[in-house]
């Protein structure tokens, strides 16, 4: 049997605030979600002016890199690249870049989902939140 580590609610908000500042000092609005190794929602942060509808997105940007343990870019690709059958794999819905998954010792942990900005800027958000952990 393997032991596993997961996040705890000092990591979560770490990387929320790190997240928040990469936002910030970038003048993005936008929302940021993190989710444990199941893609069950941890924290939930829409800053000033951030579209409502990326309330929907950050979170499932992060569900999908958490079940998937790959970036969501990765299907983004994969459908324009023509594989879109892939857009009906049940229960996975944020299949747009900016989805991050967090790996400690292999293993991921969680993920984080931002969305708002131009999804690579997205992805830069969702990495700098996962920086703050140092791992």
Same mark, same amino acid.
């Given at each position: 049997?393997?032991?596993?580590?997961?996040?705890?609610?000092?990591?979560?908000?770490?990387?929320?605030?790190?997240?928040?500042?990469?936002?910030?000092?970038?003048?993005?609005?936008?929302?940021?979600?993190?989710?444990?190794?199941?893609?069950?929602?941890?924290?939930?942060?829409?800053?000033? +002016? =951030?579209?409502?509808? $990326?309330?929907?997105?950050?979170?499932?940007? *992060?569900?999908? /890199?958490?079940? %998937?343990?790959?970036?969501?870019?990765?299907?983004?690709?994969?459908?324009?690249?023509?594989?879109?059958?892939?857009?009906?794999?049940?229960?996975?819905?944020?299949?747009?870049?900016?989805?991050?998954?967090?790996?400690?010792?292999?293993?991921?942990? +969680? =993920?984080?989902?931002? $969305?708002?900005?131009?999804?690579?800027?997205? *992805?830069?958000? /969702?990495?700098? %939140?996962?920086?703050?952990?140092?791992?």
């Amino acid at each position: 049997m393997k032991t596993k580590s997961y996040l705890e609610l000092a990591d979560v908000k770490a990387i929320a605030a790190a997240a928040e500042a990469e936002a910030l000092k970038n003048s993005w609005a936008v929302t940021i979600a993190i989710a444990d190794d199941a893609g069950n929602l941890l924290w939930l942060q829409r800053l000033d +002016g =951030a579209a409502a509808i $990326s309330s929907h997105i950050a979170p499932a940007k *992060a569900h999908t /890199a958490a079940l %998937g343990r790959r970036e969501s870019k990765v299907y983004e690709d994969m459908i324009n690249g023509g594989r879109t059958s892939f857009l009906t794999a049940p229960g996975i819905e944020g299949l747009l870049e900016g989805g991050v998954p967090i790996v400690k010792d292999g293993q991921v942990i +969680g =993920a984080v989902g931002v $969305s708002g900005v131009k999804s690579n800027e997205d *992805a830069q958000i /969702a990495r700098a %939140g996962i920086a703050a952990l140092g791992l």
